[in-house]
């Protein structure tokens, strides 16, 4: 029971910190473009500018590993991702800056929630964490749009980001017991890893931001939103089906599939238009962005390579900065086309993880 109380304070916290504080931002869009005249190349702006705060969190976590163990920095973390959320709605020249800063904050949640149950529980509750937490979050992230204006899904969004703060305050923030001496231990594996997980950042961003309001382009009625809560419904169980998977199959063959199924999953909605298309589309996304995650950072510290998950995070979080960027300027012929170069980037990401299929068993 306490291996379930700690997973269900770190399920709290990403779901907070990630599934809404992050990823509401994904069906509001919509929405915003609608009601609010946010164009398409200012909510390309403020993605980024979210994953450049999720990156200066990262790499915070690097630079001062003290934040990493701090019940502290977790729970101002928290409050302060509720405070920018409910501030949305009141300026419009906040917009850049409160996303900057709630994904600092969220960043940090996700270093500490995940090292903190990381090396305490079994792959099971730790796959439960994962996907309860983002998944769940992801899930409740789609129903904010109930309210039928941007704004009051900001306020949902703030109060739900509240509410999974209250179980997660008491979560023990993770002791450093990882030797210094084993830094250079599986370098060329890491390495590999690091590159594929900073590719997926970038393919995975692309989707995770505009995948909704692509689906809308094509298919009628409330589908869009419909497919961003079969996303979180698919993430919720996923990363505990991979974390089974993996007691037959090694994790690094196992991240390559779920990088080509990711990538399968992104390009269908370009390819066949029509609800059934849209909602396969999500599944496989749902399915699959957590359990790469998942399969990535517990590879990265089987390799027992020092701050593993701020590193790996620091990576993923440069690929989300890279990827609304890159597709930025494709933006005005709608988002199919940003749809194909996430796809395509995911694929290039599953090429860059062949060199870790093989590594020696104790790794794998």
Do not use: K
């Not at 830094?183 to 995948?211: D, K, P, Q, V």
């Amino acid at each position: 029971m306490r291996a379930w109380g700690l997973a269900g304070r770190g399920a709290a916290a990403l779901a907070g910190g990630m599934g809404i504080g992050r990823f509401a931002y994904t069906p509001i869009l919509p929405m915003m473009h609608a009601q609010a005249g946010l164009t398409p190349r200012l909510g390309a702006a403020l993605a980024t500018a979210n994953y450049t705060g999720y990156l200066a969190g990262a790499v915070a976590a690097v630079v001062v590993p003290r934040l990493v163990h701090s019940r502290w920095t977790l729970r101002l973390s928290l409050i302060v991702l509720a405070v920018t959320l409910a501030l949305m709605p009141v300026d419009h020249s906040l917009w850049l800056v409160l996303r900057l800063i709630a994904g600092i904050a969220s960043a940090l949640v996700f270093v500490i929630a995940v090292n903190a149950v990381l090396h305490r529980l079994p792959s099971h509750h730790v796959g439960w964490t994962f996907g309860g937490g983002v998944g769940a979050g992801i899930a409740l992230s789609g129903a904010v749009l109930a309210g039928g204006n941007w704004r009051t899904a900001w306020w949902i969004s703030a109060v739900l980001t509240l509410a999974c703060t209250i179980p997660a305050w008491h979560l023990t923030a993770a002791t450093s017991t990882l030797s210094v001496s084993t830094a250079h231990r599986r370098s060329w594996h890491f390495n590999a890893l690091l590159t594929s997980y900073t590719l997926e950042g970038i393919g995975y961003i692309i989707a995770g931001t505009f995948l909704v309001a692509a689906i809308n382009e094509t298919a009628s009625g409330p589908v869009g939103n419909s497919a961003w809560i079969v996303v979180g419904l698919a993430a919720v169980p996923s990363t505990v089906v991979w974390a089974a998977l993996s007691r037959r199959w090694s994790r690094p063959t196992l991240l390559l599939s779920a990088l080509i199924l990711q990538a399968i999953g992104i390009a269908l909605p370009t390819i066949v238009h029509g609800v059934a298309a849209a909602l396969i589309s999500a599944a496989l996304f749902g399915a699959t962005f957590l359990g790469v995650a998942n399969l990535a950072i517990a590879l990265g510290t089987q390799l027992q390579v020092p701050h593993a998950v701020a590193v790996l995070t620091v990576g993923y979080s440069l690929g989300q900065i890279i990827g609304p960027l890159a597709v930025g300027p494709l933006l005005h012929n709608g988002y199919h086309e940003a749809l194909l170069v996430s796809a395509a980037v995911v694929a290039l990401a599953a090429t860059a993880a062949l060199p870790v299929r093989h590594p020696t068993r104790r790794f794998a």
